[in-house]
Nanobody, 118 residues
Framework: VQLQAYGGGLVQAGDSLRLSCTIS????????VGWFRQAPGKDREFVAA????????TYDDSVKGRFTISKDNAKSTVYLQMNSLKPEDTAVYYC????????????WGQGTQVTVSS
């Protein structure tokens, strides 16, 4: 299983970006997917997650109301729509796919840089 995250870039505060995570898995529908981020000198932190069915989403309080996670099973892709970006959103963003049926496995993508200037 391979994950490819892309869509990052350099934007100004208040702008929007959409990150994509394409997952090469035959059984994509059995994966719950999350986005995490890591700023320089900080630990990796949770941002948002979506259930395998796409029917349930979870967000960290710092992004609630600004970010939206969604899942397109036909394209085997999970999106993170980021609006009203702030400088504190600057980080490398990683996607994680967790298989919810046995064998339970977890995979990480390579990360995409998001830089928000003030």
């Amino acid at each position: 299983v391979q994950l490819q995250a892309y869509g990052g870039g350099l934007v100004q505060a208040g702008d929007s970006l959409r990150l994509s995570c394409t997952i090469s898995a035959r059984d994509f529908r059995t994966y719950a997917v999350g986005w995490f981020r890591q700023a320089p000198g900080k630990d990796r932190e949770f941002v948002a997650a979506i259930s395998y069915s796409g029917g349930s989403t979870t967000y960290d309080d710092s992004v609630k109301g600004r970010f939206t996670i969604s899942k397109d099973n036909a394209k085997s892709t999970v999106y993170l729509q980021m609006n009203s970006l702030k400088p504190e959103d600057t980080a490398v963003y990683y996607c994680n796919a967790r298989r919810v049926v046995t064998p339970v496995m977890s995979y990480w993508g390579q990360g995409t840089q998001v830089t928000v200037s003030s």
